[in-house]
T-cell receptor, first 113, second 112 residues
Framework: DAGITQSPRHKVTETGTPVTLRCHQTENHRYMYWYRQDPGHGLRLIHYSYGVKDTDKGEVSDGYSVSRSKTEDFLLTLESATSSQTSVYFC????????????FGEGSWLTVV | KQEVTQIPAALSVPEGENLVLNCSFTDSAIYNLQWFRQDPGKGLTSLLLIQSSQREQTSGRLNASLDKSSGRSTLYIAASQPGDSATYLCAVGKTSGSRLTFGEGTQLTVNP
């Protein structure tokens, strides 16, 4: 299994509060991604990173920001959580030149009440 | 915008049956296509990766084919087992770096 750790795994938070999810990898892979998974929508890309301090938006980036100050860590921040951000969040990684096989973390379940 | 569709949404089969899961995509200009398995409450596990220049990939009882021109891929599972019960997702990559577009998946149940 790829060395990907997401934290926290489960969180309940109140509307309007900031939330940060952390993804940590031990594989030294270049690319890191944050997806959310919702019934009826499947998995959708929020943000991704192609290197330290290099990030870009995905298809559902509104309300989210990311940071990558080290190769191994990719943080996803909800500046002011809303109920529509209740979801399961998956971090993923892939290596350059690997054929782009992508490896997923176990997920972080976030409930905004 | 790329759209990925998986049919059927759910499938229930008896153990031992051979089965085919379907995936279609609207933009044939893809870099690769991947099939994943997801167990309840878990992350996704990559099963097979097909590059755009390839026609198929095989791993054990699994065979995935790709017809880029028609925008289709199939995942063939031979001699299905109850342990194959899971949701199977396909995803297409537009460029290197794996910004993937996912289908919603097919939920497979293999009955003993």
């Amino acid at each position: 299994d790829a060395g990907i750790t997401q934290s926290p795994r489960h969180k309940v938070t109140e509307t309007g509060t900031p939330v940060t999810l952390r993804c940590h990898q031990t594989e030294n892979h270049r690319y890191m991604y944050w997806y959310r998974q919702d019934p009826g929508h499947g998995l959708r890309l929020i943000h991704y990173s192609y290197g330290v301090k290099d990030t870009d938006k995905g298809e559902v980036s509104d309300g989210y920001s990311v940071s990558r100050s080290k190769t191994e860590d990719f943080l996803l921040t909800l500046e002011s959580a809303t109920s529509s951000q209740t979801s399961v969040y998956f971090c993923a990684i892939s290596a350059e030149g690997s054929g782009n096989t992508i490896y997923f973390g176990e997920g972080s379940w976030l409930t905004v009440v | 915008k790329q759209e990925v569709t998986q049919i059927p949404a759910a499938l229930s089969v008896p153990e031992g049956e051979n089965l085919v899961l379907n995936c279609s995509f609207t933009d044939s200009a893809i870099y690769n296509l991947q099939w994943f398995r997801q167990d309840p409450g878990k992350g996704l596990t990559s099963l097979l990766l097909i590059q755009s220049s390839q026609r198929e990939q095989t791993s054990g009882r699994l065979n995935a084919s790709l017809d880029k021109s028609s925008g289709r891929s199939t995942l063939y599972i031979a001699a299905s087992q109850p342990g194959d019960s899971a949701t199977y997702l396909c995803a297409v990559g537009k460029t290197s770096g794996s910004r993937l577009t996912f289908g919603e998946g097919t939920q497979l149940t293999v009955n003993p």
